[in-house]
């Protein structure tokens, strides 16, 4: 099955700064590449997502960039700011055919110091 | 639309006690998941399902049963709760397709003795 690696799994930048997330991923076949954020005691949200026929989505302050070929998705945000501080999961999957699930990365923990 | 929604929000069991945790959604997905969380191993699979009467395996499956009766239901059966069950249940659904969006339960948070 599908593996994902994600680091750091801590992170802790200044206010204003950017922070990177990268995963990499082991099954060739998987397209999808969500990223999730989740605050404290809440529960994960969709920030941003890619799909493999693209190589970078923006919005905003958050981007991500897909390179298929080394099996390597990353986070980027700019200009952090305190409200950005939560856990960030990577994610992958295989959405074509009748299956569809998700496999998370443990997480990296943003901490944006004011 | 209320989402998608867990109950209970918390709940205490005993070894050996067995329990249901609820969840429900009202978006019509076909779609629906299971996924524990424990400090530092992120959000794991349980069990999943494609559809009303479809069911599946995901990452960790034991010692749990999982049915889909209905599109809007997904109940999620401990059998004989271990302490190694402590943890955040989440539920998730998402419509079939492309790629969509999953979206999460507020959770439950689960304590074995």
């Known amino acids: 099955g599908e593996n994902v690696e994600q680091h750091p799994s801590t992170l802790s930048v200044q206010e204003g700064d950017s922070a990177v997330i990268k995963c990499t991923y082991s099954?060739?076949?998987?397209?999808?590449f969500p990223w999730y954020k989740q605050e404290l005691g809440k529960r994960p949200q969709l920030i941003i997502d890619?799909?493999?026929?693209?190589g970078e989505k923006k919005d905003q302050r958050i981007a991500v960039t897909l390179n298929k070929t080394a099996k390597h998705f990353s986070l980027h945000i700019t200009e952090t700011q305190p409200e950005d501080s939560a856990v960030y999961f990577c994610?992958?999957?295989?959405?074509?055919?009748?299956?569809?699930?998700?496999?998370f990365g443990k997480g990296t923990l943003l901490t944006v110091n004011p | 639309n209320a989402g998608v929604t867990q109950t209970p929000k918390f709940q205490v069991l005993k070894t050996g006690q067995s329990m249901t945790l609820q969840c429900a959604q009202d978006?019509?997905?076909?779609?629906m998941s299971w996924y524990r969380q424990d400090p530092g191993m992120g959000l794991r699979l349980i069990h999943y399902s494609v559809g009303a009467g479809i069911t599946d395996q995901g990452e960790v499956p034991n010692g749990y049963n999982v049915s889909r009766s209905t599109t809007e239901d997904f109940p999620l059966r401990l059998l004989s709760a271990a302490p190694s069950q402590t943890s955040v249940y989440f539920c998730?659904?998402?419509?079939?397709?492309?790629?969509?969006?999953?979206?999460f339960g507020p959770g439950t948070r689960l304590t074995v003795t």
């Open positions: 978006m019509n997905h076909e779609y």
């Open positions: 099954d060739s076949a998987s397209n999808y």
């Open positions: 890619i799909r493999s026929n693209v």
């Open positions: 994610a992958a999957a295989n959405s074509g055919g009748s299956n569809y699930k998700l496999t």
């Open positions: 998730a659904s998402n419509p079939a397709g492309d790629g969509y969006e999953q979206y």
